[in-house]
């Protein structure tokens, strides 16, 4: 077997070199195949050799005395030698390719308009032309590897549009409505009963006491004469006359009223507007921080550090649009104050707690439609009261022994959100400059220009 394998393999040589000696003298014919196919090669005369070059390209079998049958075996090029009885010769060089046409077919089906062409050499398939997308590439390369072992993709592809990005314009409302009321008494005397003094609550500033003389002199503020002591002034100065004041020299008393009822509302808004790309977070912090001390523990043990803490109106939102061309949205607004009444003091520092109103939201939306967050309600009440014992238990007059001041506070917190998509082309033909009312400075040339008119001017 082996003396017959090497003689088959010297025979191939030789009819090799035989077949590029004898190309310009034997008549040569081109054959095109491909891989799987048979072909039969009919001869004038009766069959004495045949050979070829690549056995795994061409294979030959004599099916008759005068008929050849060709079989390509794998893509690539072979010499076939025929020998005839007569004395003459043929050579045919054959070129084997893969077949393609079920491979263009396949592409054609899976991706109409775009530009592939197919070429095939021994062991491998090209593809060539240009796509729309490199999804469409991978995926063309991807099919074609099933119908030969390597793939080269010179498939060219535009280069990537750029990233779509979405405009989120938040508006934030805060409404707060604040109510107090207020009542209390200040009772004085110059002189009634004999008595001079002052009655008060303490609530509210009262009268003080200034000066109580025998001597007869100009006194300013609230003066009176004790009955039986015509030389005995009394002085008492205002700190301040409430809303209702009232004073009797006749029987030197004098009464200050707090009786007020007060109500404001405050309106509160910021309109942030924050542009991010598609399935990118954002987000934006309008406040500030405080110093939080921390107590630090392990080899550092006792050791104090500060941190800082963010407070004020935040907002993180990540979006993405959909193949519908709506936005989907995460949003979350914050917003948080500081709150000094739930304070803690901890080893000797004071630590401010945190008011916080928070939501968290997942929607989604058209193009410059809106939603809103609304209720997010702070209510507070706050009451302070001051009485004299006794005096303020009697009937009808007590009233005037009690002081009782109420605060109420409430606020609501309303978020509108709307979102766009921001075109980043567009975007970039139009230059955003900011504009100016007026012309900040002239030129220098213009100046001095102004500059020389008017000395030529005072000399006509």
Known sequence: MTMHSGSRAGWAAILAAAALVWAEEVPTAALEMT???????????????????DPAVVDTVAVSRQEVLLQAKGAGQATVGVWLKDGSRRLYRVQVSHDLEPLRKLLRQNFPGEEIEVAGGREAVALSGRVSSQGVAE????????????????????PPAPEKQVLLRVRFAELNRSAAVSLGANLISTGAANVTGRI?????????????????????GVTGTVPGHASSLSNFTLSDALNIFAFRPDINLGAFIQALRTQGVLQILA??????????????????????????????????????????????????????NTIKLKVKPE???????????????????LATRRVETQIELAEGQSFVIAGL?????????????GLSQVPVLGALFRSRQEKKSKT?????????????????RQAVEPTMPLEFLAPAAESG????????QQER
């Open 35 to 53: 891989v799987g196919q048979s072909q039969v090669i009919d001869c004038p005369a009766e069959l004495a050799r045949i050979s070829t070059t």
């Open 139 to 158: 995926r063309a390369v991807s099919l074609a590897g099933s119908f030969a072992k390597t793939v080269v993709n010179n498939l060219s592809v535009p």
């Open 200 to 220: 008060t609550t303490g609530q509210f500033p009262a009268p003080e006491p200034g000066k109580i003389t025998s001597a007869s002199s100009i006194l300013e």
């Open 271 to 324: 309109e942030p507007n924050l542009v991010a790309t598609e399935g990118k977070e954002a987000s934006f912090l309008v406040g500030g921080e405080f110093p939080v001390p921390v107590v630090q523990g392990g080899a550092s043990v006792g050791a104090v550090t500060v941190s800082f803490r963010e407070f004020g109106i935040r907002l993180t939102f990540q979006p993405e649009v959909t193949p519908r």
């Open 335 to 353: 917003v948080s104050t500081i709150d000094m009444a739930n304070a803690v003091t901890l080893s000797g520092f004071l630590i401010p707690a």
């Open 377 to 389: 309600l702070d209510d507070r009440v706050t009451e302070n009261l001051a009485r004299m014992p």
């Open 412 to 428: 609501e917190l309303v978020v509108i959100v709307t979102p766009s998509i921001a075109d980043a082309e567009a975007l970039a």
């Open 449 to 456: 220009k102004r500059q020389e008119k008017k000395p030529r």
